[in-house]
């Protein structure tokens, strides 16, 4: 089986000025497909030559599972966003946010915190447990909160090719900025 890398659901001047066409040429254009081309030539032979892309992240180590959470975590990312959608949650997703938050201010803050200060490369993560609580994550490189048993939501990218173009070494502007372009009706469809 070949995975193919879904076509994303805007044009690429949707999202500007957060996230412009020509990082959306680089981040999605050059970054995702790699991931999803080396993963496409690493599970030739192998048992994974089937297998479903959650299973591989879960079970896989070394190059086969970085390219694997890679690629999912970054088609989960881009399918975040859109140029119009709800820009706050509702629901029952807004009941748990300002229960196990506080408010959605106070889960936007808490949320730009932790992926500021996640050192190095890697992603800050809203998911949420077994229970039905929310938690708010940060790993390192390619990690997923799939290998933790977790229900991932949301994921910021704070890999420095997903906004050196637009934000230079400005992370948390980033991080802030892209509160304007989440779809909250997307994030709620996860939870
Ligand atoms: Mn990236």
Redesign the pocket.
């Given at each position: 089986m070949t995975y193919e890398q879904p076509t994303l659901p805007y044009s690429e001047t949707a999202l500007e000025p957060v996230i412009s066409a020509e990082t959306i040429r680089y981040?999605y254009g050059k970054?995702?497909k790699a991931y999803i081309d080396n993963l496409n030539r690493l599970i030739k032979g192998t048992e994974y030559e089937d297998a479903e892309l959650e299973d591989i992240i879960e079970e896989a180590d070394g190059a086969l599972f970085n390219n694997a959470s890679?690629a999912w975590?970054?088609i989960f990312?881009f399918f975040s966003f859109s140029p119009d959608g709800s820009r706050e949650p509702g629901g029952e997703l807004r009941k748990a946010i300002d229960r196990d938050f506080g408010s959605f201010e106070k889960f936007k803050e808490a949320f730009v915190e932790a992926g500021a200060g996640l050192f190095g490369s890697g992603w800050v993560w809203l998911s949420r447990d077994s229970d039905g609580k929310l938690l708010i994550t940060q790993g390192s490189n390619a990690q997923n909160p799939l290998r933790d048993g977790l229900t991932p939501l949301l994921t910021f990218?704070v890999?420095e090719?997903?906004y050196y173009i637009d934000y230079k070494n400005l992370r948390a502007d980033y991080l802030r900025q892209l509160w304007n372009i989440v779809d909250w009706d997307v994030v709620e469809s996860r939870y």
């Open positions: 981040h970054h995702e890679q975590n970054h990312y990218d890999w090719h997903a």
